[in-house]
């Protein structure tokens, strides 16, 4: 499976972005999707995940009640809706597949997407 992530751009504060992530490969449906984010100068943070039929998610608390994450499993596609952006959301957002539950800490990752940027305007 390769991830393809797509979507960032600039928007002002209280705006919405949809991010993105195409995979690649057959076996898609079988991995646990995420989004992390980093932000200049900071380490990389846990955003949300999603479980492989799509029916568990769990976010990170900093973005509880903004963001939604979602699959399409038939079309190898995980979403990242952003709603009531902050600019302290502004980041690199990456997306990630793992066989098994992403920790928060992605350290059990096992493909990342490239990345791409989500700017938040004050």
């Known amino acids: 499976v390769q991830l393809q992530a797509s979507g960032g751009g600039l928007v002002q504060a209280g705006g919405s972005l949809r991010l993105s992530c195409a995979a690649s490969g057959r076996t898609f449906s079988n991995y646990y999707m995420g989004w992390f984010r980093q932000a200049p100068g900071k380490e990389r943070e846990f955003v949300a995940r999603?479980?492989?039929?799509?029916?568990?998610?769990y976010y990170a608390d900093s973005v509880k009640g903004r963001f939604t994450i979602s699959r399409d499993n038939a079309k190898k596609t995980v979403y990242l809706q952003m709603n009531s952006l902050k600019p302290e959301d502004t980041a690199v957002y990456y997306c990630?597949?793992?066989?098994?539950?992403?920790?928060?800490?992605?350290?059990?990752?096992?493909?990342w997407g490239q990345g791409t940027q989500v700017t938040v305007s004050s």
């Open positions: 990630a597949a793992d066989r098994t539950v992403i920790t928060t800490t992605g350290s059990s990752v096992d493909l």
């Open positions: 999603i479980s492989w039929s799509g029916d568990t998610t």
